[in-house]
């Protein structure tokens, strides 16, 4: 199918849902990106700061842009101006660099952000445990901040075809963002995000309450971008 079918294809499948569509159009070239636009898409991810700032100057300003890979911080400054949502928050020092730069920016809005929770059986993958999550939002440091505003969790799943630990892995972030809405965020409408679900496994993710599918592949096909 083509860019178009496979957008319609998820617009379909997300009617009558909470769920939104990330487009990830990391290693994908603008003129593909133009292809989900022109098919009515506005939402898309991406994974690397550089590949970010490169696609943003030739692509339509109204489109809303999710970094969902690991930021570093000293990256920040370089998409605080323009970006809407950071799913991949994995660190208070991180949140600090990004309401800094948030500042500096003087922005109307804030910078929308995600608390990426651990959930995989992956050391390779980042993300903080639910403990730590708590502790972030306790501090001080946190309730300091102006320029950010947490929206919801986010996490990354094993790559694996077991479906019951996939299931197992999306219900303990679902809990995750359950108690942390209950006990931080209960009069917030603000927290209500829950990203999870990517190509091959959307299906369960969304079953589980995903409120953000992260889908690359399965609309874009193979990857093709070059620098």
């Known amino acids: 199918m083509s860019i178009k079918d496979n957008i319609l294809f998820f617009d379909e499948r997300l ?3 909470p769920c939104r569509l990330v487009a990830v159009s990391k290693t994908h070239a603008p003129d593909k990106i ?7 898409h506005r939402l898309f991810g991406e994974n690397k700061v ?12 109204d489109i809303s842009w999710h970094l969902i890979g690991h930021l570093q911080t000293n990256k920040v400054k370089y998409i605080a101006e323009f970006i809407d949502t950071i799913q991949s928050v994995d660190s ?6 990004i309401n800094k730069r948030a500042e500096m920016h003087n922005r109307t809005l804030p910078i929308n952000c995600m608390l990426q929770i651990s959930i995989a059986d992956e050391e390779t993958k980042y ?4 403990e730590e ?3 972030f939002l306790q501090s001080e440091e946190y309730r300091a901040m102006k320029y950010i505003r947490i929206t919801g969790v986010m996490g990354i799943a094993t790559n694996t075809d077991d479906q019951d630990k996939l299931r197992g892995e999306f219900r303990y972030l679902r809990d995750c963002f359950q108690k942390l809405k209950e006990t931080f965020f209960f009069a917030n409408q603000d ?12 299906e369960l993710a969304l079953e589980e309450g995903s409120t953000l599918l992260r889908v690359g592949s399965g609309i874009f096909g193979t990857r093709t971008y070059q620098k």
């Open 15 to 17: 009617k009558n849902t």
């Open 34 to 40: 133009m292809e989900a636009y022109e098919a009515g």
């Open 50 to 61: 550089q590949e970010l700032i490169e696609k943003y100057p030739v692509l339509p300003h």
């Open 92 to 97: 208070l020092k991180l949140l600090q660099e």
């Open 127 to 130: 993300g903080m445990d639910y």
């Open 133 to 135: 999550a708590v502790a």
């Open 191 to 202: 927290f209500s995000e829950l990203s999870m679900g990517m190509t091959s496994d959307w």
